[in-house]
């Protein structure tokens, strides 16, 4: 009879551990972030003055991104910052490259230095912020994700009311 039992409980299968809810892709992170910078129509938006050689980086960047190839999009990104290591708009684009690569505290840190040297309004920090909202709605921080929600919006500076 206890044969007959230990086989029994060996023809159960295991019980399956239970599996977390499937969060967003990086890339759909990453496609969340620029449509939040693409959204804010602000009548504030900063450009500082570029450096041809950054911007030429930044390109190749973006390029390299296109082809999936993020290590090489990063490397170049590392390199634009070390010519300039305060640009924001580049720490931005570092952060979301490290969203691809799954690297998200890198991307939440760069993505708060970017929003510390930039313009604190537009479409950057609109993206800045909506960085921090992703990587907290990845790392099941409900409340991290409200607050930084809250702060895109006060990325966005509205026009006067003219009648």
């Known amino acids: ?71 090489a999009a990063a490397a170049k990104l590392d390199l634009a910052l070390k010519r300039n290591p305060e640009a924001p708009d580049v720490m931005q684009d570092r952060a979301e490259v490290a969203i691809y690569l799954g690297d998200f505290q890198l991307a939440e840190k760069l993505a708060h230095q970017s929003w510390t040297l930039g313009s604190k309004q537009g479409p950057l920090c609109a993206r800045n912020w909506q960085t921090i909202v992703e990587l907290r709605l990845q790392a099941h921080d409900q409340a991290g994700a409200a607050s930084a929600s809250k702060w895109v919006g006060e990325c966005r500076e509205a026009g006067i009311q003219r009648l």
């Open 1 to 71: 009879m206890l044969a007959g039992l230990l086989l029994a409980a060996c023809a159960q299968p295991a019980p399956e551990a239970p599996r977390p809810p499937p969060g967003k892709s990086n890339a759909a992170m990453v496609e969340e972030i620029r449509a939040a910078g693409e959204r804010d129509k602000s009548v504030i938006s900063v450009h500082p003055l570029v450096d041809p050689g950054i911007v030429a980086l930044q390109d190749a960047a973006r390029q390299d991104e296109r082809n999936g190839q993020y290590q």
